[in-house]
């Protein structure tokens, strides 16, 4: 089986707990605020700082550096997300959760291993291409967002096609033919990601619900 088939089926029920988290079902339910949402914003934010980093010091990898594309950066487009919720100051209002604190920790120790980046990287920006883009057509109808800010962190137009970005970056996966334990260990790692991920979500439920 291709890697990339491979690495998506065993991570598949990882990915659907990771999407049933109970923050996403009350946002794309319309029943969180304006500033509830920039918390998730604010998280990926930090989330992304540690990731696009990991990618500018791998750039010139030469398995790594296959999984690096400038056009993903999300740094830009997070501040003006950011912009757009909190206004000029936003800077001084948020901090990363402690889930978020976890993340880039494991982020940047596995930086230097090309697996752990691509497990990582796989694990957000997949995703993010994916059903990231569902996401954001119902908040922008939830919020009414256009491009400019509130939603800026889900166009890619960069990249151009999606489809076709993806099927590239499926064929880069195929193509590292890691061995058995390498790939086992990639999968492990790509199965932590998700966790890692869905307790940041499980973090900003809690938040938001102790604000209630």
């Known amino acids: 089986m291709p890697f990339a088939e491979d690495l998506k089926n065993a991570t598949w029920s990882d990915h659907s707990s990771a999407e049933g988290e109970g923050y996403l079902d009350l946002l794309m339910g319309g029943k969180l605020s304006e500033r509830e949402y920039g918390e998730m914003v604010a998280q990926h934010y930090f989330c992304y700082l540690a990731l696009d980093a990991a990618s500018r010091r791998l750039a010139d990898h030469p398995v790594a550096g296959r999984f690096v594309f400038p056009e993903l950066y999300r740094e830009e487009a997070l501040v003006r997300d950011l912009v757009t919720v909190y206004g000029p100051g936003w800077e001084s209002r948020i901090a990363?959760?402690?889930?978020?604190?976890?993340?880039?920790?494991?982020?940047?120790?596995?930086?230097?291993?090309?697996?752990?980046?691509?497990?990582?990287?796989?694990?957000?920006y997949m995703g993010d291409l994916s059903g990231g883009q569902f996401i954001r057509m119902e908040l922008q109808k939830i919020y009414g967002y256009g491009k400019g800010g509130g939603v800026d962190f889900y166009f890619f137009d960069e990249v151009g096609s999606l489809p076709r970005f993806k099927n590239e970056y499926r064929a880069r996966l195929d193509a590292l033919k890691p061995d058995e334990a390498e790939a086992m260990r990639i999968i492990k790692e790509t199965k932590l990601a998700y966790q890692l991920n869905s307790e940041v979500l499980g973090e900003l439920l809690h938040v938001v619900r102790a604000a209630a």
């Open 96 to 124: 990363p959760s402690k889930s978020t604190r976890t993340l880039m920790a494991r982020i940047e120790q596995v930086s230097d291993w090309p697996g752990g980046y691509i497990a990582h990287h796989y694990t957000r």
